[in-house]
């Protein structure tokens, strides 16, 4: 176990539904990451936030909507998902952010329908 | 932006011999590069990683050797195992705040 937690680990939603995705370090880190993992690409970052602080947003789509309410949590809103949003999402962590050494949790594969 | 090229995307061995992956970046500024495993259903994990000043790092099967000049990166693992079979990628940290820019990864089996 590397000390970051996601759940749910599975999760399928229609278009419409509203859910979240959560994550939880262990670790006392300070910076934490959502990235997208689909089949084929490399990993894509979506989201960084140090100290609680959004720090990069990488274009993403407003349907995901990010929170981190403190140091040790961060969750990922989602509504009006599209199917090509199907993926495996990774949260992870690190003690600082500048090239710092990234603990990644297991993921949650999201469907869409 | 960095940009990472990893190879080959797949690469089947018989249990016993070497492995190589090896990856290129575009940012000559970058100077971190770590190597992530990533077994089914679970999320990548940190194997080995090297600063750019040093030239190659070892720990026990696995190695890893940098060319800051041609600017390449590439994993070795001695005597592979079933085990090591994984999804392996590579990365190399951008300039500016925070972030990581991977490889597409490569599939390494390793049969018996």
């Known amino acids: 176990e590397t000390g970051v937690t996601q759940t749910p680990r ?3 939603m229609g278009m419409t539904n509203k859910k979240s995705l959560k994550c939880e370090q262990h670790l006392g880190h300070n910076a934490m990451y959502w990235y997208k993992q689909s089949a084929k690409k ?32 961060l969750f990922l809103h989602l509504h009006t998902l599209q ?26 594969r999201l469907t869409v329908l | 932006g960095e940009n990472v090229e990893q190879h080959p995307s797949t690469l089947s061995v018989q249990e016993g011999d070497s492995a190589v992956i090896k990856c290129t ?17 679970k999320g ?4 080995i990683d090297i600063r750019s000043n040093v030239g190659e790092k070892k720990d026990q099967r696995i190695a890893v050797t940098l060319n800051k000049t041609a600017k390449h990166f590439s ?18 940290s951008s300039s500016g705040y925070s972030t990581l820019t991977f490889g597409k990864g490569t599939m390494l089996l390793v049969s018996p």
């Open chain 1, 10 to 12: 599975h999760l399928v």
């Open chain 2, 25 to 41: 970046y575009s940012d000559s500024a970058s100077n971190y590069f770590p190597w992530y495993k990533q077994e089914l259903g």
């Open chain 2, 44 to 47: 990548p994990q940190l194997i």
């Open chain 1, 42 to 73: 490399p990993l894509e970052l979506m989201f960084v936030y140090s100290l609680e602080e959004r720090v990069e947003n990488n274009s993403v789509p407003s349907r995901f909507s990010p929170e981190c309410p403190n140091s040790s949590h």
């Open chain 2, 75 to 92: 994993l070795h693992i001695t005597e592979t195992q079933p085990e090591d079979s994984a999804v392996y990628f590579c990365a190399a």
């Open chain 1, 83 to 108: 199917p090509e949003d199907s993926a495996l999402y990774l949260c992870a962590s690190s003690l600082g952010t500048l090239r710092d050494t990234q603990y990644f949790g297991p993921g949650t």
